[in-house]
Every structure is written in structure tokens, then in C-alpha cells.
């Protein structure tokens, strides 16, 4: 059974800085590129960042490029979100999955279920 359990949200100011991460079980890891997701109130899930099955690459949207670090620990089946110079439309609830693939245009989550997801809040 698939499990990911995303922590680390909270409130912060405009500018600041908050660092996700995501614990998994379930599947076999280090075979899957890794993404991070978002929902914003009244909005689609959007996808925001992937990474390649090995950590080598990294993949963002425009709207975060610059600002957020993913990464991942293949050892402790976790991946992981640095995101600096938060930003108000930054709000939003955030979750990892399995993408399916790694490239250009490859951003759909692999796995139907989610985890409860991380409330990030940037407050302007």
C-alpha cells in the first residue's frame, strides 16, 4: 500500500523560507522520479517540481524556478522541498507523488492516491 506523508508547512512571511519533506512506503523508491504538487484555494492541483530517479536532475515550473530546491534521499525513501524567497501566491496545500516520467512535459503523478498533504501559508 502506497503511502506519502508530507510535513514541514506552516505560516511565514513573505520572503521567508520553509523546507517539506515527504516520507514513503509502499513502493520501491529509487526506480520512480519524484515530484512536488500544489492546491491553492478554488484552484487545480498543480504540479511544481520533479526529480530524476537518481537525484542527478531536477525539473521546475517557471512560477518557482530559481526559488525551490528539490531533493531526495533514495537510502531513506524520502524526497524533500527547500523553498526560499516564499512568496504570497506560494499559498496552498503541497504534496509529493511518483511523476510519471522525467522531461520535459512530464508531470503527471503516478500514483492515484495522495497523502493528506503540507499547508504552506505565506502571509504578504
Known amino acids: 500500500q502506497v503511502q506519502l506523508v508530507e510535513s514541514g508547512g506552516g505560516l511565514v512571511q513573505s520572503g521567508g523560507s520553509l523546507r517539506l519533506s515527504c516520507v514513503t512506503s509502499?513502493?520501491?523508491?529509487?526506480?520512480?522520479?519524484m515530484g512536488w504538487y500544489r492546491q491553492a484555494p478554488w484552484k487545480e492541483r498543480e504540479w511544481v517540481a520533479s526529480?530524476?530517479?537518481?537525484?542527478?536532475?531536477?525539473t521546475y515550473a517557471d512560477s518557482v524556478k530559481g526559488r525551490f530546491t528539490i531533493s531526495r534521499d533514495n537510502a531513506k525513501n524520502t524526497v524533500s522541498l527547500q523553498m526560499n524567497n516564499l512568496k504570497s501566491e506560494d499559498t496552498a496545500v503541497y504534496y509529493c507523488n511518483a511523476v510519471n516520467g522525467y522531461g520535459p512535459g512530464r508531470v503527471r503523478p503516478w500514483f492515484s492516491s495522495w497523502g493528506q498533504g503540507t499547508q504552506v501559508t505565506v502571509s504578504s
Open positions: 526529480i530524476a530517479k537518481n537525484g542527478s536532475s531536477s
Open positions: 509502499g513502493f520501491t523508491f529509487s526506480i520512480y522520479p
